[in-house]
């Protein structure tokens, strides 16, 4: 959709008026819940916000890892669906014990490592300084 205002930008509204109004407005489990909405809306405006180039990324990664050729898909779907295959190859490669020792272990370690700390900066960013 092209039109203003934009999904991120409605998703921003909401969180911004359930922290500006509604959380101070209330107290007890109602305020916690309402803070609890705020998070999740912010969660899924950074997941958003960043979806394409994060999946892009996680992509090249595994590609690396899993030796797939080519270049990464195009567009958010293509990239979800090929990131979510190669983590299936990548799976049964650990599974085939493969990952147990040398440079792949530790290849895969650095891509577990990677993933965690890609998918706190979207839950959590004030924990990563981001």
């Known amino acids: 959709m092209q039109d203003r ?3 991120l930008e409605l998703l921003a509204a909401v969180r911004e008026f359930l922290e500006a109004e509604v959380v ?3 107290a007890g489990q109602r305020r916690f819940h309402a803070r609890v909405a705020a998070n999740v809306l912010g969660i899924v405006e ?3 916000a960043g979806e394409e180039a994060s999946l892009a990324e996680e992509w090249q990664r595994l590609a ?7 270049d990464a898909p195009a567009g958010t779907a293509a990239l979800r669906t090929a990131v979510r295959a190669l983590t299936a190859a990548l799976a049964e490669r650990i599974r085939a014990g493969e990952a147990d020792a040398g440079p792949f272990a530790a290849a895969v370690r650095a891509h577990v490592r990677w993933s965690v700390v890609e998918k706190l900066k979207v839950a959590s960013p004030r924990r990563q300084g981001g």
């Open 5 to 7: 205002p934009t999904a």
């Open 24 to 26: 101070p407005a209330l």
């Open 46 to 48: 950074r997941e958003l």
């Open 64 to 70: 690396a890892l899993v030796g797939e050729p080519g």
